[in-house]
């Protein structure tokens, strides 16, 4: 049978990817054979679990055994040995075939938790399942009176002999409906400034007084299994603690930069995407006896949107160096979260308008697109969030 598989694109692409760092060629095999093995196996059931509102577990088990899953994992932790290069990889091609599986999260945001302030027990305990894909991770730290103000969280864990007892709930848990292991922010001291009593705590499937919630009814992304999580009186032995007491708050911070590194490169590849859709049928979709991308208003507006795209990708290339020779990317990272997912959002509005009526139909993925682009401005950070970081290292407030 002849090899359909679309070739790798580090290079080729109109909006090139690879950054100078990550398209060797080791980097366009991994690519290749990745492509491949999202069109051939995962593609093809794209419709049925979107509406399903699940992705079977088997999926994540492919991942893993497939070594997508944590691939800058070492060995001795069951990981392939690769490195956050290989883990862009597998966030744009998913992006880019429109495979809507929450892998970088749990690869990219949260076993970093387990990876960097884990107790070597800790991490032989739940890394090797984390890259498996048997132990499925979630992070809870909003709860319904607590997101962007993550300093006001309330869920109080509280010493008992050898363990915590958990109190509280939150909202919003991407993974939440189906995971093995949740990483938990709790409340442990409620004297003293509000975000230094904050401590991570492990809870694990099945742990007595943990009952995960509905699975949220949302907007898009309807394969993410969102739910809520609720502790009550909830047992963990103290040895599930990630890292020291009181340090929960520096933890998160610190790792949100990841997460919106992760967040702005979703975004760019689903604009970068949405774009080639559009392209593809303003070319094909012929009124008043023309293709309309010959109507020099549509012609236009993708040169404006390639354009806005390009630079998104070539910030986002720099920004991805940076933060790949440690480089704080604290300001530019909270420029790219905001910026790329409202140009995305810009693009997705109008690629979807450019469908005409078909832009407003399940079966195309543009549809998709739109819906689920619509989180980038929210989750990992609000644009106003952004903003605030941004303005206060101007000394603005
Ligand atoms: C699909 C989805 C998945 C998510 N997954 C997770 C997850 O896995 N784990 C998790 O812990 N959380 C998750 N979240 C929660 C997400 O991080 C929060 O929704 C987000 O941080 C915003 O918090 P909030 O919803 O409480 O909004 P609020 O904080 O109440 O904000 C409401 C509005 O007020 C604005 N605002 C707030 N403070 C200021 C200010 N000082 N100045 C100006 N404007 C301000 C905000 O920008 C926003 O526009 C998810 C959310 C969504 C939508």
Redesign the pocket.
């Known amino acids: 049978m002849p090899d359909t598989t679309p070739p790798a694109n580090g290079r080729t692409d109109r909006f090139v990817r690879g950054a100078g760092v990550y398209d060797s060629p080791e980097h366009e095999r991994f690519r290749t054979a990745l492509r491949r093995f999202l069109a051939t196996e995962l593609v093809p059931h794209l419709a049925e679990w979107e509406a399903q509102r699940e992705v079977p577990r088997w999926v994540w088990r492919r991942f893993g055994e497939l070594g997508y899953l944590c691939p800058w994992l070492e060995e001795e932790y069951g990981g392939s040995g690769g490195d956050f290069t290989h883990s862009v990889i597998v966030m744009e091609e998913m992006a880019l075939a429109g495979v809507d599986v929450e892998v970088s ?1 749990h690869s990219d945001i949260i076993a970093p938790y387990i990876h960097q302030f884990g107790t070597p027990e800790q991490k032989r305990r739940w890394l090797p399942g984390c890259a498996s894909g048997e132990t499925l991770l ?5 709860e319904p009176d ?4 993550l300093a006001a969280i309330r869920t109080r864990a509280v010493k008992d002999g050898n363990d915590y007892i958990i109190d509280g709930s ?7 409906a189906h995971c093995d292991l949740v990483i938990v ?1 709790c409340r442990t001291d409620s004297e003293g400034p509000a975000h230094k009593g904050i401590t991570l705590i492990a809870v694990e499937n099945g742990a007595p007084g943990f009952t995960k919630g509905r699975k949220l009814n ?1 907007l898009g ?1 309807h394969t ?1 299994g ?1 739910a809520e999580l609720f502790f009550e009186s909830c047992r963990v032995p103290q040895t599930n603690r990630i890292g020291a007491e009181g340090r929960g708050f520096y933890y998160m911070m610190r790792q949100l930069q990841r997460e919106r590194l992760v967040a702005a490169i979703g975004s760019q590849v689903n604009a970068e995407a949405m774009f080639e859709l559009t392209l593809q049928y303003v070319k094909a979709r012929q009124a008043f006896g023309q293709p309309i991308g010959r109507f020099q208003y549509i012609a236009f507006k993708m040169a404006e949107m390639e354009t806005e795209i390009e630079l998104g990708r070539t910030f986002l290339n720099d920004l991805i160096r940076d933060f790949l020779h440690g480089t704080d990317i604290t300001r530019k990272v909270s420029m790219a979260k905001w910026w790329i997912a409202e140009m995305a959002n810009r693009v997705a509005y109008q690629c979807t308008q450019l469908h005409g009526g078909y832009g407003y139909m399940e079966e195309y993925e543009i549809t998709r697109r739109f819906r689920n682009v619509r ?1 980038d401005t ?8 952004m903003k ?1 970081i941004l303005a206060k290292g101007l000394g603005l407030q």
């Open positions: 999260l979630a992070i809870a730290m909003t607590a997101g962007s103000d939150k909202t919003f848990i991407s993974n939440g922010a949302k992304h993410h969102t989180m929210i989750a990992a950070g609000t644009t106003e969030i605030m």
